[in-house]
């Protein structure tokens, strides 16, 4: 069983890496982000919350996400591990999970600020089935349109140049205290991930000693 977390800035490649490991190793991918959009999709209470807070620019408290993380892992539907992303965001959350789980490795996929702010602002959504784009390096057939529902693909409501400016903010000062907990224990490991995509995953399995894809 392997049990990874995977950490860095918005637009850094979380999802997309998590998801190409989660494939060929049959790791469940947990990805915090997606259960709160879910929850402010679904206009759930906790998700009237979580919006409020994310188009501030805030992190959302940390007793609210180590109780999203620990109802999660509580499902027990990861017989072979998991890859989480998303978490935890802050020194007390990366105390929690280490007393809480053994893990095998930690992914800091790094990426310079001005890369951040240029993949993020070419992010776009579908607003009627939430199918994920990116102008950059992965544009819709038609401008404006979802390939998949035909639905108009619009920003993230948090993907404002003021917002991603204090979620940098944030990350850096709440991410090196994390790394510096996960690294007494020789977890981590730093990944460029400003080359392409199959570039990156290759370079995490070299560095963890995973098979390459298949």
């Given at each position: 069983m392997r049990k990874?977390?995977?950490?860095?800035?918005?637009?850094?490649?979380?999802?997309?890496q998590s998801l190409l490991l989660a494939r060929d190793?049959?790791?469940v991918h947990i990805s915090v982000g997606d259960i709160f959009r879910w929850h402010v999709k679904s206009h759930t209470k906790l998700g009237a919350q979580v919006r409020r807070t994310m188009s501030a620019g805030d992190l959302v408290g940390d007793d609210l996400v180590e109780g999203v993380v620990r109802?999660?892992?509580?499902?027990?539907?990861?017989?072979?591990?998991?890859?989480?992303?998303?978490?935890?965001r802050s020194r007390r959350q990366?105390?929690?999970?280490?007393?809480?789980?053994?893990?095998?490795?930690?992914?800091?996929l790094?990426?310079?600020?001005?890369?951040?702010?240029?993949?993020?602002?070419?992010?776009?959504?579908c607003s009627k089935c939430g199918m994920d784009y990116n102008l950059i390096a992965d544009r819709p057939t038609q401008e404006g349109r979802c390939d998949v529902c035909g639905g108009?693909?619009?920003?993230?409501?948090?993907?404002?140049?003021?917002a991603i400016a204090e979620r940098l903010r944030n990350y850096r000062a709440k991410?090196?205290?994390?790394?510096?907990?996960?690294?007494?224990?020789e977890y981590v490991v730093t990944v460029d991930a400003r080359p392409d995509i199959e570039t990156v995953q290759r370079t995490i399995r070299e560095e963890l000693g995973l098979p390459m894809p298949r």
């Open positions: 990874y977390v995977i950490i860095g800035a918005q637009g850094s490649g979380k999802g997309t190793l049959d790791l109802e999660r892992l509580d499902q027990h539907d990861w017989n072979y591990g998991f890859i989480i992303d998303g978490f935890p990366t105390e929690f999970f280490l007393e809480s789980y053994d893990i095998d490795g930690v992914i800091h790094d990426l310079p600020d001005e890369e951040v702010r240029r993949r993020v602002l070419a992010r776009r959504l108009e693909l619009v920003a993230r409501e948090d993907d404002t140049e003021d991410t090196d205290p994390i790394l510096e907990l996960f690294g007494r224990k």
